[in-house]
């Protein structure tokens, strides 16, 4: 029998009809997750011809991007402040309503950001095609699903047919050998990464991330280093299932249970890559190498070590213009510069270790004077244990702003934005212009390199505040 | 979708490299229930000041650009979200066609959907067309070339059926719908 990678596995499992040169495969989904701001012109085309949801049992909405943060718009009675989100809201609501969608809602609590809460559920699961109007649906992979991003006019297609068309991808092995340092992180590992391929290195192909460093990570850091895949270009990022995997989804509740669970968990371990199994690329990596990273430019591709100085690329126009909008010089060491904003939240950051390792930084310790700084779990249950464990209370005797649970700073959608030409170490994916708010200046770093920013107003290595760091 | 088999216009030229589609169409646009009207919002960041003012020296507001159909852009386009918002500003504004030589998957994917080609060519012809600027072009979708103004003809690679759909004006539901038995079958057998 021939060898097979990982992906090759969950792929053929999908097949409701194969490629061939003339037609794309018609490839089964089993969970499809969806939001307020990709799904409304979907519904209305399902109203327009006529169709009903193919799968009920196998689509789950919630809202996430431009619901409010702010405790009092969501419990308070509060009108929710954009009008154009109030309503796309109500929509999302409507359409749910009426197509017999299940939602996590506005009150509910198991809301929040859509990558955070298909886990914590145990929605998502090892095996599993999994697919959301949103580029970092990438994120599930860490579980060995293959799950990607799609668009509003997909989102309708696997509402009606629970199925896309899809050419298969290629594949590239990431293959990470040693083991991060104390005080970094997962963040600072795809970062790494992304800085080496470059923001167009995995277009076109599926990852499979492996090797020691990798499976010596939680599921949280493994989601953090899935989630950022589509910032190297590449659709889906996977990583194999294991023990780790296993311990993660066992009694959660959308988890398999009883004799179910264990006739899951036999079969996800057959969702290996065989050994003699051919990548159609391979890059490689040393965790020990790799220090805590920040990036200084306008894509995750433009990442230096904390400890760094901003590269020279003299006669390059685009990156001219890239530091040119960050306010920053060729040659400019990174470390001390001033920040106004930290952002500790997104899909990419914002799981229960990642609040862990900044409430470490910021106990004890105060929010500088003229620093902003917002802590955004990722969904309601993240906040809940956040404040059962005494984190929230960490953040906010520190001086931070605690807030429900949504996608918040990371894009700016709902209202909370980094003002014009503000610097903010964000733990988010995306460091674009105006990402944040039109001007806004987005360096992207881990939450203990976020958090020590916020305590010292400055950049700063986050190892001075790290036990045993 | 209105059927696609010839574009021929003038080129608007942006050489910026990984374009991203918050560039194409930021965040804040994107509370909206449906797709029209977008091309307002188009490049909004880089089109407008703050005070809403057009920049005039921004290509897209110079008066050559008007009516230009064709948008040659810098190395991986559309990288970022998946934002289908992206293609939908690109074609109300009034393009049909983005030229690069690689174009970002998800992006490159929902160009398809909407009736926007996406040309990959290689770096020489790409070469050639930053440096060219408003020159007139014709993409000929059935044989997948496009014709450059002094003759010469480059093929760029399209998917044979995404080709179809494009020519004929159709949308991929109408042939999902069509594979219900497989559907089923395929239910039937993973439940």
């Given at each position: 029998m021939t060898a097979k990678t990982l992906f090759q596995k969950v792929w053929e499992r999908h097949e409701v009809v194969p490629e061939t040169p003339d037609t794309p495969a018609v490839l089964y989904i089993d969970l499809h997750?969806?939001?307020?701001?990709?799904?409304?012109?979907?519904?209305?085309?399902?109203?327009?011809?006529?169709?009903?949801?193919?799968?009920?049992?196998?689509?789950?909405?919630?809202?996430?991007?431009?619901?409010?943060?702010?405790?009092?718009?969501?419990?308070?009675?509060?009108?929710?402040?954009?009008?154009?989100?109030?309503?796309?809201?109500?929509?999302?609501?409507?359409?749910?309503?009426?197509?017999?969608v299940e939602l996590l809602g506005l009150r509910d609590g198991r809301r929040g950001i859509v990558h955070i809460i298909g886990p914590e559920l145990g929605a998502t699961q090892p095996g599993k095609t999994i697919v959301c109007g949103d580029s970092h649906t990438s994120t599930h992979g860490a579980f060995g699903a293959l799950a990607f991003g799609i668009?509003?006019?997909?989102?309708?297609?696997?509402?009606?047919?629970?199925?896309?068309?899809?050419?298969?991808?290629?594949?590239?092995?990431?293959?990470?050998?040693?083991?991060?340092?104390?005080?970094?992180?997962?963040?600072?590992?795809?970062?790494?990464?992304?800085?080496?391929?470059?923001?167009?290195?995995?277009?076109?192909?599926?990852?499979?991330?492996?090797?020691?460093?990798?499976?010596?990570?939680?599921?949280?850091?493994?989601?953090?280093?899935?989630?950022?895949?589509?910032?190297?270009g590449a659709r889906?990022?996977?990583?194999?299932?294991?023990?780790?995997?296993?311990?993660?989804?066992?009694?959660?509740?959308?988890?398999?249970?009883?004799?179910?669970?264990?006739?899951?968990?036999?079969?996800?371990?057959?969702?290996?890559t065989d050994a003699g199994a051919v990548f159609d690329k391979t890059f490689q990596l040393d965790a020990g190498a790799v220090e805590p990273m920040i990036t200084y430019g306008t894509n995750p591709g433009m990442v230096a070590p904390v400890s760094g100085r901003v590269p020279e690329r003299p006669g390059d126009t685009?990156?001219?213009?890239?530091?040119?909008?960050m306010g920053l010089q060729p040659g400019e060491s990174l470390r001390e510069k001033p920040v106004q904003v930290v952002f500790i939240g997104s899909c990419t950051n914002a799981r229960i270790s990642d609040l862990e390792l900044a409430a470490q930084v910021f106990a004890g310790r105060k929010v500088a004077p003229g620093v902003r700084?917002?802590?955004?779990?990722?969904?309601?249950?993240?906040?809940?244990?956040?404040?059962?464990?005494?984190?929230?209370?960490?953040?906010?005797?520190a001086g931070a702003e605690w807030r429900e649970s949504g996608c918040s700073m990371c894009l700016g959608m709902n209202g909370d934005t980094v003002a014009q030409g503000s610097y903010c170490v964000s733990t988010s994916n995306r460091n674009f212009e105006g990402r944040q708010g039109a001007g806004a200046r987005t360096l992207l770093a881990s939450p203990a390199t976020a958090a020590a920013a916020a305590v010292r107003g400055r950049i700063t290595d986050p190892r001075e505040f790290i036990h045993g760091a | 979708m209105d059927p696609i088999t010839v574009i021929r216009s003038r080129t608007v030229v942006m050489p910026s490299t990984n374009i991203d589609t918050d560039q194409i169409i930021p965040a804040r646009f994107l509370t909206t229930t449906t797709r029209e009207g977008l091309g307002s919002a188009l490049f909004a960041d880089w089109r407008y000041d703050a005070s809403g003012a057009p920049r005039t020296e921004f290509v897209l507001n110079r008066p050559e650009a008007r009516g230009c159909a064709i948008l040659v852009a810098g190395r991986n386009i559309g990288c970022g979200s998946s934002r289908e918002h992206a293609?939908?500003?690109?074609?109300?504004?009034?393009?049909?066609?983005?030229?690069?030589?690689?174009?970002?998957?998800?992006?490159?994917?929902?160009?398809?959907?909407?009736?926007?080609?996406?040309?990959?060519?290689?770096?020489?012809?790409?070469?050639?067309?930053?440096?060219?600027?408003?020159?007139?072009?014709?993409?000929?979708?059935?044989?997948?070339?496009?014709?450059?103004?002094?003759?010469?003809?480059?093929?760029?690679?399209?998917?044979?059926?995404?080709?179809?759909?494009?020519?004929?004006?159709?949308?991929?539901?109408?042939?999902?719908?069509?594979?219900?038995?497989a559907i089923e079958a395929y239910e039937g057998r993973t439940g």
């Open positions: 997750l969806t939001h307020e701001v990709t799904s409304p012109q979907a519904f209305s085309v399902l109203r327009e011809r006529g169709l009903k949801v193919r799968r009920l049992d196998r689509t789950l909405a919630t809202m996430d991007h431009s619901t409010p943060t702010d405790t009092a718009q969501i419990f308070g009675g509060v009108p929710i402040a954009l009008e154009s989100a109030a309503r796309q809201i109500r929509q999302l609501e409507q359409n749910c309503a009426e197509f017999g668009g509003t006019t997909e989102v309708g297609y696997v509402l009606a047919t629970q199925c896309l068309l899809q050419r298969k991808p290629k594949t590239l092995a990431i293959e990470v050998a040693g083991r991060l340092g104390p005080g970094v992180t997962a963040k600072d590992l795809v970062l790494a990464i992304i800085g080496r391929i470059g923001v167009n290195g995995g277009t076109g192909h599926v990852i499979e991330y492996r090797g020691p460093a990798i499976e010596a990570l939680s599921m949280d850091g493994r989601m953090t280093i899935c989630n950022m895949s589509i910032e190297a889906a990022g996977m990583v194999a299932p294991d023990e780790t995997t296993f311990a993660y989804l066992k009694d959660r509740p959308r988890a398999p249970q009883g004799d179910a669970w264990e006739r899951a968990v036999a079969d996800w371990r057959r969702l290996r685009v990156f001219a213009r890239a530091l040119a909008y700084a917002l802590v955004v779990p990722g969904s309601q249950q993240v906040k809940q244990e956040a404040e059962a464990r005494g984190l929230a209370q960490v953040f906010i005797d | 293609p939908w500003a690109l074609l109300d504004f009034g393009f049909r066609a983005v030229v690069s030589t690689e174009i970002a998957d998800i992006f490159r994917n929902n160009s398809l959907k909407n009736g926007l080609l996406p040309v990959v060519v290689d770096e020489a012809t790409h070469d050639w067309l930053l440096a060219h600027p408003g020159v007139e072009l014709t993409i000929d979708l059935p044989s997948a070339t496009l014709r450059l103004p002094d003759g010469r003809e480059v093929e760029f690679p399209i998917e044979a059926f995404s080709r179809y759909c494009l020519m004929n004006g159709v949308d991929e539901l109408g042939y999902l719908l069509g594979q219900s038995a």
